[in-house]
């Protein structure tokens, strides 16, 4: 079973806001560096789950649009304002969080069928690990289906899932769904038992941790050694977007933050406020942007409260959009890249039109990770699963893409310099 998902932001109990939402008194541990108001995560994450990536799946829907700067900086990071548990910006390029897949598994469990219900096969943050695990589902001989869940239109995601169920698999992967709006499906998958791995994706039971009821995705998804759980993955992709930006700045950043208060938004923003305050005593988030999933729209509330952010900080240094699509499909990278050309930006995902904004120089680096290998990795857990053996650690990670380091060629996502389909190969014994 999935392990308990810990609480968002253990050591943080409340998320700063924009000036422009009510306010309310900020904890003493981050007052220093937040301007603004604060909100309960646990609260705001109930009323505000939606699709989950807030997602990546509304990722590229969107044209990819120009965006942000770079700034001459030392690359090697380590001032004195920056903790020395920071890696710097070689490091982050180099190895990142990344490592080797499994050497050690069971052989394929031929025959067994599995139906993936994705996203949403319109969007490559959706489609690109479906058709990954696809591939996979070759080599391990499964017979396996994708169910598309449309990005929820007209309630795709329960037509998705029950299409599914109603061909009673072995087993069901779910990526980049949201447990909630799924939640009836589920829990007649669980009665019927038929595992179900979530992957990028949260448990009901994120906001009521120990809840066995809640409990609905069966077979567990690892991600690395040090990400075991969905939480833990996000949470490492928030410290990433943080270290990132420490190195690059010296440990001397005044920063723009795009507060996403959807799940899983909630575990990246968290992380990354928790890793500016405890890791950087030069940095100052000059103000915190929040914003829902329904708000990123183009032209919608979250890019308007972005540019009028822009405006009010001049003085800002540096931006942290969070997501692919804050940077690139709402424009967030080109009304940065406008305002001041030496904005230092950073986001979060690795799809090709938000590395191309990197190749264009106008967005400073991408904190990314392999859509590909996701599919491969969610395959061999529950090829385990399928045999009765627990998930393991994929190795799955994040690395830093900038203008010097990682840039595929044009048009393609990140590719990690991790041989993972030879690994598999060999690990399932095929060729």
């Given amino acids: 079973m999935p392990s308990t998902p810990r609480a968002p932001g253990s050591t943080l109990a409340a998320r700063a806001s924009s000036p422009d939402r009510e306010p309310v008194e900020f904890p003493s541990s981050l007052g220093a560096k937040v301007r603004g108001a604060v909100v309960n995560i646990r609260s705001t994450a109930r009323r505000s789950r939606v699709i989950v990536a807030g997602l990546l799946t509304m990722i590229f829907v969107l044209t990819a649009c120009g965006g942000a700067g770079t700034a001459d900086t030392d690359d090697s990071g380590g001032a004195d304002a920056a903790s020395s548990n920071v890696p710097s910006v070689d490091e982050l390029t180099a190895t990142g969080t990344e490592s080797d897949p499994p050497t050690e598994g069971p052989a394929p469990a031929k025959g067994k069928s599995v139906w993936w219900v994705s996203c949403g096969m319109v969007v490559p943050d959706c489609s690109v690990p479906a058709e990954s695990a696809a591939e996979a589902a070759k080599y391990l001989g499964m017979d396996f289906r994708i169910a598309d869940g449309r990005l929820n239109a007209e309630g795709g995601n329960v037509t998705a899932i029950n299409t599914a169920l109603a061909a009673s698999p072995d087993a069901i992967i779910v990526h980049g769904i949201a447990c909630d709006t799924i939640k009836a499906p589920l829990q007649d998958a669980k009665k019927r038992g ?201 190795g799955l990670g994040f690395r830093a893409v900038d203008a010097e380091h990682n840039l595929p060629d044009e048009g393609m996502t990140y590719q990690t310099p991790i041989d993972f389909v030879s690994a598999y190969k060999k690990l399932w014994g095929v060729s």
């Fill in 194 to 394: 038929i595992p179900v791995m979530g992957v990028e994706t949260l448990d009901c039971d994120v906001d009521d941790p120990g809840n066995e009821a809640n409990n609905l995705f069966t077979a567990d998804m690892q991600y690395a050694d040090d990400a075991i759980t969905s939480e833990d993955y996000f949470a490492t992709w928030g410290r990433q977007l943080a270290y990132y930006l420490i190195a690059k700045t010296g440990g001397e950043a005044k920063l723009l933050n795009l507060a996403g208060q959807s799940n899983p938004n909630i575990f990246i923003g968290t992380a990354f406020l928790e890793a500016i305050d405890q890791e950087c005593g030069g940095c100052d988030i000059v103000e915190n942007i929040e914003y829902l999933q329904s708000e990123q729209v183009p032209n919608g509330p979250m890019i308007q409260r972005f540019r009028t952010a822009l405006v009010r900080h001049p003085e800002a240094t540096a931006v942290n959009f969070e997501s692919g699509a804050n940077a690139g499909g709402l424009g967030g990278a080109q009304e940065a890249y406008q305002t001041n050309p030496a904005l230092i930006t950073v986001s979060g995902t690795g799809l090709a039109p938000e590395l191309d904004l990197v190749r264009d120089g106008k967005l400073t680096a991408v904190i990314a990770h392999s859509s590909e290998w996701m599919g491969y990795a969610a395959m061999d857990n529950i090829n385990r699963q399928l045999q009765g053996e627990d998930a393991v650690p994929q």
